[in-house]
């Protein structure tokens, strides 16, 4: 039996960020991921890009992997949001009603940092796992739990390779299908939206300037966020039947189709690489801990990507984790105890459920055509636009800058 203070189900982008924040704290961490990590490297594995908010970006900068995932990251320094009409963007009477976000209007408080930077799953998650095994952090994979179990001051795992784990906590970070949650017997309060997300990569030929859209059309948001090499990442949001079809479609198809939504502003588009589905729902568990089990990301809380906070959730539930636990710790205390653990879910409680009742809020607001909530809603976007101190906040919040801010966020090590 191989003893850790921490034992980790879940090697994603929010499992491995973990890792390196408890190991730079000093605690024995253990690896757990049931998927071989050359597919979960794979280019074809993930087609998604993820908008990280500029203080969980500070985090990976304090965690000594920032530099490097910079290098492949694109700043988004504005954002334009639209309530518009189909067919899309290429739509020949845009109306006038529209958000807009840029980072100079609150630069005197980030120090020039953007609002968020772009950067691709699967290099994350490259830079993430090269710096897991650089540290000598011990991982499993592939190998799944078979069992978990609590002893005393232990909770204990077997995997499918037949080792047998312990540590006086176990997080889960398995992803919205916690098997350890559901085992645990923590309600998980569930439903799916009628959409799925179409997700592709373009190149432009006129450059993007660093600048975010995001459409809010009555089948669902489309949104064009900026890549490196002038590319973009597409989100497209489609009812499951059209986006199935989408993906079935032939490639001339699929280009009529996304060059109407996504317009002619941007000069020629080319489509590089694949075409990937992603069926869209929310997730929240009604605990985010019980026994010597905690849960992290989208174990805990899984959202519609309408505003990109689904990974920032994530991320900031390992800042909080890992500094509730670091501390805890260096005082000597038990680690997996509900007064330790109830620390971390009091910190993190309250932005998780409110983000997802909001996000799960605009996804019923935008993704319909009524006539009566549009005229309502459009009246409702063009007074904030001009309402400069709620688009500052607004920043700051998506920024994942608002609150009481773990260390790490702040940029700083535990």
């Known amino acids: 039996m191989e003893t850790y203070d921490v034992i980790i189900v879940g090697a ?8 390196l924040a408890l190991e730079k704290g000093g605690l024995d961490v253990a690896l757990v991921e049931k998927q071989p990590f050359d597919q979960m490297l ?16 500070r985090q990976w900068k304090a965690l000594g992997v920032g530099d ?11 954002i334009f949001v639209t309530d518009g009409h189909l067919p899309g963007a290429a739509s020949p009477k845009p109306l006038p009603f529209f958000l807009h976000f840029a980072a100079d209007e609150i630069s005197d408080r980030t120090g020039n940092e953007p609002l968020g930077y772009m950067v691709e799953n699967r290099i994350t998650r490259q830079v993430l796992h090269s710096a897991v095994t650089e540290r000598g952090i011990a991982l499993k994979v592939p190998a799944a739990v078979v069992e978990h179990r609590e002893t005393g001051s232990f909770a204990e795992v077997e995997l499918d390779t037949g080792e047998t784990l ?44 660093h600048v975010a859209y995001e459409h809010f059309l009555p089948s669902g948001p489309f949104a064009i966020l900026p890549l490196t090499e002038n590319r973009a990442c597409i989100v497209w949001s489609e009812t499951h039947a059209k986006a199935k079809a989408l993906m ?3 490639d001339g198809f699929f280009y009529d189709h996304l060059l109407a939504r996504f317009g002619e502003f941007l000069g020629e588009i080319e489509l590089v690489g694949p075409r990937f589905i992603y069926p869209l729902g929310l997730g929240l568990a009604e605990e ?11 174990a805990a809380h899984g959202i519609h990507p309408i505003a990109g906070q689904g990974l920032n959730l994530g991320l900031k ?6 500094e509730v636990l670091i501390e805890a710790a260096r005082l000597g205390e038990d680690i997996g ?62 920024g994942a800058a608002t609150g009481e801010l773990p260390k790490l966020l702040r940029g700083e090590l535990v």
């Open 12 to 19: 994603g982008m929010a499992g491995l960020t973990l890792a």
């Open 166 to 209: 312990r540590a006086p906590l176990v997080v889960s970070a398995e992803g919205r299908k916690s098997s350890l949650r559901d085992k645990a017997g923590i309600g998980h309060v569930s439903w799916d939206y009628p959409q799925s997300a179409v997700v592709c990569t373009v190149k432009m030929e006129r450059p993007h300037n």
């Open 248 to 250: 079935q479609a032939s």
């Open 68 to 78: 490097q995932l910079e290098q492949h990251a694109c700043r988004m320094d504005e």
């Open 337 to 398: 105890t509900e007064l330790v653990l109830e620390r971390y879910a009091k910190w993190r409680r309250f932005d998780n459920v409110s983000t997802s009742v909001v996000m799960d809020g605009f996804v019923h607001l935008f993704s319909n055509g009524n006539p009566l909530l549009r005229a309502v809603r459009d009246v409702g976007i063009g007074m904030f636009n001009r309402v400069p101190a709620l688009r500052k906040f607004v920043m700051e919040d998506a």
């Open 42 to 57: 794979d280019a074809g594995y993930d087609g998604r890009a993820s908008a990280i908010a500029y203080a969980c970006f």
């Open 317 to 322: 539930d390992v800042a909080a984790l890992a």
């Open 288 to 298: 985010m801990h019980k026994g010597r089990l905690a849960l992290l990301g989208d």
